[in-house]
């Protein structure tokens, strides 16, 4: 490498944290600041805690002791419960990798100017697609699980392709689309549960036959298993879609400026259309991974009207927290990922309840969506004016 080829990387490098050091400064600052006002909460809602307060003045190490034992041990064990050995990194990860495939779903709708509501729809259609594929077939190992992967991936993306026909073909705005298909792929799979076809012979409660062992997710260690490395394998394509590829180009110049990027030749409905179908199969990826993801005693979870929770809603928080950006997303998933893997130590072990945990997520996002609420707060990140999140903007070319 030459000495003009080293300097060059390093002005891109300067150039590069200078134009990004305060989104970074401004999700560190929400982060510390969630966590300040997550303290406050324990200390307010434990009474033996909250009643030394009453001594302050008097006996302030009583107060100041008792709130700093509170708070450490919380903490303490939300850390050690996300990062305090293998065990929990494995559970960690598999906690993220749901999180970090609707996120790039949702992420990615967000740099067209599409609102993806519907995250949560699409991995529902993943989790019903894969499932049913895992417990109705028998396939040799490898190609079931491919089977499997690739039907609930076009299920998602099926799904979230109807999103983009709908708006691309008649105008339908996407929010409203995407939550009306929301409430179908719930009607639908709590109507496919109640079939011979899905639910386990000899029960009557709506729950689906085991999938196969040929069809689930291998183990790599514990619950760290394959779809947290599809998950990290998904943000790099999505990376090399959008920084890398023709396609990539239009979705981000229609999401910065439709009318411009009409007028340039682009068009709008298709580029609208091929975006939300791969945010459906990231979406359905998601889905996947509970469906066919082990579980604490090494095998999937059957298939069930709560599988996949709320990671379609919570998707969006991890693509605003990681600003629409793959790393970023990444990074978010590890982020939310680790504090639900925490929180369950936390709960445990310092009697925290479990429900701080999502209120530490939604004040993060909070502050995040908010950068002038956070400069508000931290005057010293009012140097210059904040940057709009990308991710309330639509896409940046």
Known sequence: MTTHTRAAGRGALVEYASRHWRDWAVTTAAFVLALVIGAILMIAADPQVSANFAYLFTAPQLALGSAWAKVSGAYGALAVGALGSPQALALTSSKAAPLICAGLGVGLAFRAGLFNIGAQGQAVWGAVTAAW??????????????VAVVGGVAAGAVWGGIVGWLKAKTGAHEVIVTIMMNYIASGMLAFLLTTTAFRRPGREDPISPEVHATAALPSIFG???????????????????LERSTTGFSIRAVGANPHAASTAGMSVATTTAITMTLAGALAGLAGIQFALGPSANGAPVPLTLGLVGTVGFDAITVALLGRSRPVGIVFAGLLF?????????MQSVAQTPLTLTMVLQA???????????????????KGRRLKPSATLTGGQA
């Not at 417990?135 to 079931?144: A, K, N, R, V």
């Not at 394959?226 to 090399?240: D, E, K, P, Q, R």
């Open 363 to 381: 004040v993060v996002v909070l502050f995040v969506a908010a950068p002038a609420l956070v400069a508000t707060v931290l005057p010293f990140l």
């Open 223 to 241: 619950q760290f298993h394959l779809g947290f490395v599809l998950a990290i394998a998904a943000a790099a394509a999505v990376w090399w879609l």
């Open 337 to 345: 990922g680790g504090l639900d893997a925490g929180g369950l130590a």
């Open 133 to 146: 594929i895992g417990f109705t077939f028998e396939l040799p190992y490898g190609l079931h699980l491919l």
